[in-house]
């Protein structure tokens, strides 16, 4: 009989750090704005379909259940996102149990998810990785509890729902399963894929995912060409080097927690039937570093890290309370420091002036490898509202009849979703743009009297566009000090008819 945990389920318990997670999540929920890919998901909202150029579909569900349900503001767009930020907290804690641990193995693993910088970055805004995250750890638990339960297939059937609904969120749900079936096969568990159920939950995972991947198909596979693209602008100058040493920088102290999960997992008597999961993290570590992927992809795998650590923990320090109550200390403190660098609990003059306190020079450099004042994660959550401001003020000055022959055209996704978002309590027409996924529901033609242009390189831009112009003129731009859109330009075009063909060649090559 396997082992099992049976003196208690530890609910309660548990429920106390998931509290935790939500009041720290409801803290920092409304500050500083949206973010500017929250402003592209909440946009799908309005175009759902199985698929996006960036995302599969289930963003952009959420974000429609989002807007029904609580509304368009920065809160009500970040609750669900905290609710499944505290689910993970609680699949740790479940995972723990499951593995064996008790109230100070349950007490670590939690509290290093929680206090965890790269889980509490990634862990508020509404953005796809959140539900990544929390499909990963529900796989491994599900798996866990198959181990556990005699191979119960219906543990098999409730993974393959999870697969088939983790990757319409994240395709790296796909590889996550793929590394968790394969590390299967260098353990003695390797018994529990000899069975029929497998192939029936491979089947109900695809069924769910076809929709999807028909998609791709009939509009020539965007997710490629967007992957061609995020290489070249960003994948490619993370190195192999840098990953690694993100993946041991991203959570602070709690390095110390996950490493000994990882060799308890590997080494340990006690998880060897686990010990797959420790294989699991090494192949789709090194999938992901050869992909040359972010650091946050691997995110995910670290609470199954967590929970086998504070078992390890657990089974090594049989001291008193207090003394376990120090080490606890000892692994939360250090990070809760560093919680306002990531979760923006504080106003915004302090957080600057909380940066310029700790010196952290390495947490705000940005994509373009410079150091800047702020992390990139913040300033992309400001100078939005200026933006719709600033572009209603140039809209609004029109008369009627000029409106009626005026569109409103943003250059990159986070200016159109703040446009398309914003720009509705200032009844701002639909902006237009070729940025991302908007090109999908772009008009195929354009002809109007007046363009409002806004581009983050308009001034560059405007230089290309003359010829094609009768006239140009520059409104305004963003002035926000710290916001990455700062300096973008606001620019009132008069175009010939070069200027919508050019659009038209644009879009096609969009398409």
Known sequence: ??????????????????????????????????????????????????????????IALVARINLMLFGDSVFGA??????????????????????????????????????????????????????DQLWWVLMVWLLVKYVNNDSSPK???????????GMLTKYTTGFFAGALIVSLLFTKQRRLLYNRHVAGAALLAFVIFLPNLLWQYHHNWP??????????????????????????????????????????LLLSFKLRKFQFLAFAYIIIFLFLMEMNGKNYYMFGAYPMLFAAGGFGFDRWIKSSRSVRFAILAVFVIPNLILIPVVLPLLTFNSTLAYFKYLNLKDITIWEDQKQHATTQDYADMLGWDELAQKVAHAYNSFNPEQQKQTIIYATNYGEAGALRHLGKQHQLPQPISLSSSFSLWAPA?????????????????????????????????????????????????????EFYEFYRQQLANKK
């Not at 995972?95 to 206090?115: D, H, P, Q, R, W």
């Not at 001034?459 to 000090?481: A, C, G, V, W």
Request: with cysteine.
């Open 1 to 58: 009989m396997p082992y099992l945990n049976r003196r208690s389920s530890y609910n309660n318990f548990i429920m106390v750090f998931v509290c935790v997670k939500v009041a720290l999540n409801l803290l920092a929920i409304s500050r500083f704005g949206f973010h500017r890919d929250e402003l592209l998901h909440l946009a799908l909202a309005d175009h759902m379909d199985w698929g996006y150029k960036e995302v599969p579909p289930f």
């Open 223 to 264: 997710v490629l060409s967007h992957m061609n693209e995020l290489k070249k602008t960003q994948l490619d100058f993370i190195k192999p080097l840098d990953f690694t040493k993100q993946q041991l920088m991203s959570h602070g102290i709690a390095v110390v927690i996950w490493l000994t999960g990882f060799f308890f």
């Open 445 to 497: 033609r354009i002809n109007a009297k007046y363009v409002i242009y806004v581009g983050d390189t308009g001034d560059e831009d405007m230089q290309f566009y003359k010829p094609m112009l009768h006239n140009y003129r520059k409104l305004d731009s963003i002035t926000h000090t710290y916001a990455r859109e700062k300096g973008t330009g606001i620019f009132l075009l008069e175009p010939k008819p």
């Open 155 to 165: 543990y098999l059937y409730f993974i393959g729902l999870v697969v088939g609904v």
């Open 78 to 131: 970040r609750i669900i996102t905290t609710i499944c930020a505290a689910l993970i907290v609680w699949l740790t804690g479940k995972l723990t149990v499951e593995m064996g641990g008790k109230k100070f193995a349950i007490a670590l693993a939690c509290s290093a998810v929680i206090f965890s910088p790269g889980m509490t970055a990634t862990g508020y805004l509404f953005q796809p990785v959140v539900f």
